[in-house]
């Protein structure tokens, strides 16, 4: 079954950086597009970052110029660089693959605090 690990996440002051990497297994890894997600408190979860199988990106305006979506097809991973980070930020981020039926499978997700 589809499986989503993420790490990476914790506490950083204003204008630091922090990479979350999300390890997938479960399904042939590079025939799907991934991303990450985030949701803070009082909040819906939304879109950050999306990368398809063949390496193309998106950003949500937020974040454009600030983070960076990658993927090692090898180690079937997907990480989110996160840089110039904003207390806006924090948040609950959640690393997903879009399952080509119009629906999403989710990992648990890693808290990202920026204070």
């Known amino acids: 079954h589809v499986q989503l690990v993420e790490s990476g996440g914790g506490s950083v002051q204003t204008g630091g950086s922090l990479r979350l990497s999300c390890e997938a297994s479960?399904?042939?890894?590079?025939?799907?597009?991934m991303g990450w997600f985030c949701q803070a408190p009082g909040k819906e979860r939304e879109g950050v970052a999306a990368?398809?199988?063949?390496?193309?990106?998106s950003y949500v305006d937020s974040v454009k110029g600030r983070f960076t979506i990658s993927r090692d097809i090898a180690k079937n991973t997907v990480d989110l660089q996160m840089r110039q980070l904003k207390s806006e930020d924090t948040a609950l981020y959640y690393c997903?693959?879009?399952?080509?039926?119009?629906?999403?499978?989710w990992g648990q997700g890693t808290q990202v605090t920026v204070s």
């Open positions: 997903a693959r879009f399952n080509g039926m119009g629906g999403l499978d």
């Open positions: 990368i398809d199988s063949d390496g193309r990106t």
């Open positions: 479960g399904f042939t890894y590079n025939r799907y597009s």
